[in-house]
């Protein structure tokens, strides 16, 4: 079965600093797909970015990358100039592609406060 | 930008009752899912539905919960004789396609059993 896992808690920023949340998972699947989602107090599930695991080339969404490491099974996000806005709960997810699993897998999450 | 609508954004019921959550995915999505996140939990799939029937379950679906897709816009979650333990935010999903297609959330419907 397909494991997510986020190692960190709660991570803390400066405003307009930089921080990377981090993301590992488990899989035997050679076509699967990863998600960053954010979820504010609001508690709505937000799709922050996505990248397919067949692509080397990192995603990118305007203060949002990740930084893709297929052979490490490592999936991080980075958002940079951090903002009030940003903070909320950011879950990373796996999905498989093809005949694969329909419903994603989600880790437990990252709390990230931005200080002021 | 379209969106995923979920009815009531707060369902309060007292235990054993039915309750019946409401979701419009967006108009041209395929696939349609619901998923369930315990206060302070992970988010945890329950059921994918496509064509009109369901596609994929998790063990957490059992015959305590039925899905349905009444008309052409609804899709709804029915949980029979609720548990204390049903107390969770419930997350309807849609998407054009499997797989890279990202699934888009609704707001969530907050359900508290008494």
């Known amino acids: 079965a397909q494991t997510v896992t986020q190692s960190q808690p709660e991570m803390s920023v400066q405003e307009a600093e930089t921080v990377t949340l981090s993301c590992t998972y488990d899989?035997?699947?050679?076509?699967?797909?990863l998600f960053w989602y954010k979820q504010p107090p609001s508690r709505q599930m937000i799709l922050v970015i996505r990248?397919?695991?067949?692509?080397?080339q990192n995603a990118t969404e305007n203060r949002f990358s990740v930084n893709f490491q297929k052979a490490a099974k490592s999936f991080s996000l980075k958002i940079s100039d951090s903002q009030l806005g940003d903070a909320a709960m950011y879950f990373c997810a796996y999905g498989v592609g093809g005949g694969g699993a329909d419903g994603l897998t989600f880790g437990k999450g990252t709390h990230l406060i931005i200080q002021p | 930008e379209p969106e995923v609508t979920q009815t009531p954004s707060h369902q309060v019921t007292q235990m054993g009752q039915e309750v019946i959550l409401r979701c419009v995915p967006i108009?041209?999505?395929?696939?349609f899912y619901w998923y369930r996140q315990i206060l302070g939990q992970k988010v945890e799939f329950l059921v994918s539905f496509y064509n009109n029937e369901i596609s994929e379950k998790s063990e957490i679906f059992d015959d305590q919960f039925s899905v349905e897709r009444p008309d052409g816009s609804n899709f709804t979650l029915k949980i029979r004789s609720t548990k204390l333990e049903d107390s969770a935010m419930y997350f309807c999903a849609s998407s054009e396609y499997r797989g890279y297609q990202p699934q888009h959330f609704g707001d969530g419907t907050r359900l508290s059993i008494l």
């Open positions: 990248q397919e695991a067949y692509k080397q």
């Open positions: 899989t035997s699947e050679s076509d699967y797909y």
């Open positions: 108009s041209n999505h395929l696939y």
